[in-house]
């Protein structure tokens, strides 16, 4: 009676797994320590890159992040800031209209100095300013997802050994005390020396960054802290800060090593399967007989074939066992085509249909052209383009008249026949922007290209067109399409977002509905 341990399949499992388990003993070392020095490196890179854009942020802003800094020491207990805001544009928005409602015709640093403001004046203003430093670095936290991003500026009495760091931008939110959750805690300090923070007081004091981290263990784990100093015209003022934790930096290595090794099992036992195969082909006379009839069906496909190696099948042995082993395969394969065939149909019409409705909900029903939807996500598009640099675009904003007339005294049908002959009229004269009708009577045009160059053209062709269509007395009365339009380029000196740009499109779009509007009366 043949014992087990002299089948062939035994043996040649034996040799495999000692085969398979050197390997990947092996291969998973390697991956590891190659995995660790470039995904630590990558984990560096990041927050070396996360501090050197915040420095770049600071410096860029000059003066201002100076005086911003001062003010901060001075009154920072005495500002209220939301602790829920999720905003610049609603505090700044809040400072310009102060400031224009004290200061008419005025601008700020050219006019008129910080200094000379009133202090409800100054406040707006601050809160503005570190509502947006606060928000951009929690943004780039959320981005670059780190644990914490904040920014320090320090204070040391003469000769003594701690010194006080004051958090100043704080990444990680904290309520201020007795305001019931309503407002936001500033100026949080903590005692440090240089010896229980060297990295930090080594930057701080030389005003250069420096090659190590910090490292930590606090809320937020084992973490490593890059600093980057903020020297603005000369002036020393802070220090930025950057964390990484560490845990999650070798999580992300172990994981890594893991697939590489999973990936190296694959290989091994395909070619271990080829081997088996070279095998049993040479020594196995028997093999060859259900090796070509595998091979039949590998290249026709015909279940019948699991009939006929079952019908030939002698005895219980290994290669009588691998024979219905196949006999099975091949019936379950045929099962797995079908039903994978299946799935693969209604998948497919699974992502035409998903097509179709984010088509939909992206087409405006009536005109035919991009709607409010798609108009918001070319903005959050247009705001990116813009960090890096993009500033040749402007906004042009269409506004059609008296549409409420139309539908109110010839019904809606001939309302929307007035808006698809002003769409048309748009989208010719604008060949080559995106149109966007965000409104019921309201379209904007992203202007770019030669449209963006020869806008001044193209609102005179488009004025001259509105009034030759209204001197037009083959039309019908809604065919006489009257309609305004207005349009803003981005200004670096003013525009800080495409919103700011949108709200000088509109302003100047309600000017020309005015100006027309005296045409009419006079």
């Known amino acids: 009676m043949e014992r087990k341990t002299d089948s062939l399949v035994f043996k040649f499992a034996v040799v495999f797994l000692d085969f398979t388990i050197i390997t990947l003993i092996m291969t998973g070392f390697m991956a590891y320590v190659n995995q660790t020095k470039i995904y630590r490196s990558q984990c560096v890179d990041r927050i070396k890159e996360v501090g050197s854009y915040f420095e770049e942020l600071m410096v860029a802003s000059g003066d201002e992040f100076i005086t911003y800094q001062n003010y901060y020491k001075e009154h920072f207990a005495e500002v209220n800031i939301p602790y829920d805001i999720d905003n610049w544009r609603e505090p700044r928005e809040n400072y310009e209209a102060l400031f224009a409602s004290q200061y008419p015709g005025k601008t700020l640093g050219r006019d008129i100095a910080f200094a000379e403001l009133s202090p409800e004046v100054q406040q707006a203003w601050f809160i503005y300013k570190h509502v947006y430093w606060l928000l951009t670095f929690e943004k780039a936290r959320k981005v670059y997802d780190l644990p914490y991003t904040y920014y320090l500026y320090f204070k040391q009495e003469p000769g003594a050994e701690e010194y006080t760091v004051v958090y100043m931008i704080d990444g990680e939110r904290t ?15 903590y005692q440090h020396t240089p010896s229980s923070v060297p990295v930090e007081w080594r930057t701080w004091s030389t005003g250069q960054k420096q090659p190590d981290f910090q490292v930590w263990d ?5 973490t490593y802290t890059y600093y980057v100093p903020l020297i603005i015209n000369g002036n020393k003022l802070g220090v930025i800060a950057c964390e990484i934790n560490v845990a999650r930096v070798n999580q992300g290595i172990l994981r890594n090593s893991l697939i590489q090794i999973a990936g190296m099992a694959a290989i091994l036992m395909t070619c271990t399967a080829i081997l088996l195969l070279f095998i049993y082909r040479r020594y196995i006379s028997k093999i060859i007989y259900l090796k070509d009839h595998v091979k039949e069906y590998t290249a026709d496909k015909n279940v019948e074939l699991a009939t006929v190696i079952q019908n030939n099948i002698v005895g219980d042995d290994e290669l009588a066992m691998l024979g219905r ?33 984010n088509a939909l909900a992206n087409k405006d029903s009536l005109t035919g052209i991009r709607n409010k939807t798609a108009y918001d996500n070319e903005v959050r598009k247009l705001e990116w383009r813009l960090a890096d640099g993009h500033t040749q675009f ?67 062709e488009f004025n001259e067109k509105i009034a030759a269509m209204q001197a037009d007395d083959t039309l019908e009365q809604w065919e006489r399409v009257s309609a305004a339009l207005g349009y803003a380029l981005y200004d670096p000196e003013i525009d800080t977002s495409v919103v700011n740009v949108f709200k ?11 100006e027309m509007k005296a045409v009419r009366e006079n």
């Open 218 to 222: 606090n809320e937020w784990g084992h």
């Open 394 to 460: 402007g906004i042009a904003m269409i506004d059609l008249n008296f549409l409420k007339r139309i539908n109110d005294t010839y019904g809606h049908d001939q309302g929307n026949i007035a808006i698809k002959k002003l769409c048309m009229m748009v989208c010719a004269i604008f060949k080559h922007s995106p149109v966007f009708r965000i409104g019921g009577d309201e379209f904007v045009v992203i202007l770019e290209n030669s449209d963006y160059e020869h806008i001044a053209q193209l609102t005179v």
């Open 504 to 514: 000088r499109a509109d302003k100047a779009m309600y000017t020309r509905k005015k």
């Open 325 to 357: 082993q196949v006999v099975v395969m091949i019936l379950e394969l045929e099962k797995y085509m079908k039903s994978l065939m299946e799935t693969s149909l209604r998948l497919k019409t699974s992502e035409q249909k998903a097509a179709e409705m």
């Open 175 to 189: 309520e201020k005390e007795g305001s019931g959750g309503a407002y936001m805690y500033l100026g949080d300090e």
